[in-house]
């Protein structure tokens, strides 16, 4: 073979393998306590907040996710507050979205019920013809024996509307990872094989935690190597937790 022609394979074969960078602005929109934020903080470090923190106004996240063939995608995550349903500021914040994520908590069936009324907001926004991506997430499925929604409603729903459909646990970080992969491979029009899907799958380990509206456990006595006077503990029973 002739050096230019050598030449000219090798130039090729590097403009082949290039790799490419994108970017999306991705809303996330629920009621408030549904885990928004543990859900982006869970995708973006790894990790389950379990204080609940209200989100005022919006927070910003970027998520960056690398696909198959050398695809670089960075996510702009708008996580805005469940306060905002009534604000004026609302629509602006969903403008020039790429993807609009509904999140609700499995376990509260009200949070479910309002994710319509989320989606009305984003109609006043988007003509039928420039609506974004559209995906429903049920969170929290590490309390399904608390289940409130079941599987054939979110089904039902996520076809009613298109949406594409999604249940996680920001807790565990069950299916998080892999639910953003997937939107950020539909977004750049990326074909996942199984074995990218089952790659993608991350489980994180956080400790165990009560959400608001789940029962507290019995308080456990002080072990004896913590504790340096007795009666401190002794004050400490008498206390009322709520």
């Known amino acids: 073979m002739a050096l230019s022609g050598l030449k000219s394979n090798l130039e090729d074969s590097d403009s082949d393998s290039e790799p490419e960078f994108l ?5 996330i929109l629920g009621d408030g306590t549904v885990g928004k934020t543990s859900l ?5 470090e790894a990790q389950f907040q379990p204080k609940y923190k209200q989100t005022i106004g919006l927070d910003f996240f970027v998520k960056r996710i690398e696909l198959p063939n050398s695809i ?6 708008w996580d805005i507050g469940g306060q905002s349903i009534g604000s004026k500021m609302l629509n602006t914040y969903i403008y020039g979205a790429k993807a609009i994520v509904f999140i609700y908590d499995i ?4 949070s479910f019920v309002n994710i319509e009324e989320w989606l009305q907001v984003v109609k006043t926004t988007y003509s039928s013809s420039e609506m974004p991506y559209l995906a429903i997430i049920g969170n ?3 309390l399904f024996h608390m289940q409130a929604v079941k599987l054939d409603k979110h089904n039902t729903f996520a076809e009613q509307y298109s949406m594409y459909s ?3 646990s920001a807790k565990t970080g069950d299916q998080v990872f892999t639910s953003f992969y997937r939107i950020a491979a539909d ?4 074909i996942l094989t199984s074995n990218d899907i089952e790659s993608s799958q991350k ?3 956080a400790e165990i935690v009560t959400y608001a509206n789940e029962v507290k456990p019995p308080l456990q006595k002080p072990s004896p190597v913590l504790v340096v006077e007795e009666k401190t503990v002794k004050k400490k029973k008498k206390c009322s937790i709520f």
């Open 140 to 142: 929290k499925t590490d």
């Open 107 to 110: 376990t509260n069936y009200q």
């Open 40 to 44: 982006c903080m869970s995708l973006n």
């Open 72 to 77: 670089h995608v960075a996510l702009q995550i």
């Open 23 to 27: 970017q999306y602005k991705v809303v």
């Open 166 to 168: 999604y249940l996680v």
């Open 187 to 190: 977004l750049s029009g990326v």
């Open 203 to 205: 489980v994180i380990k």
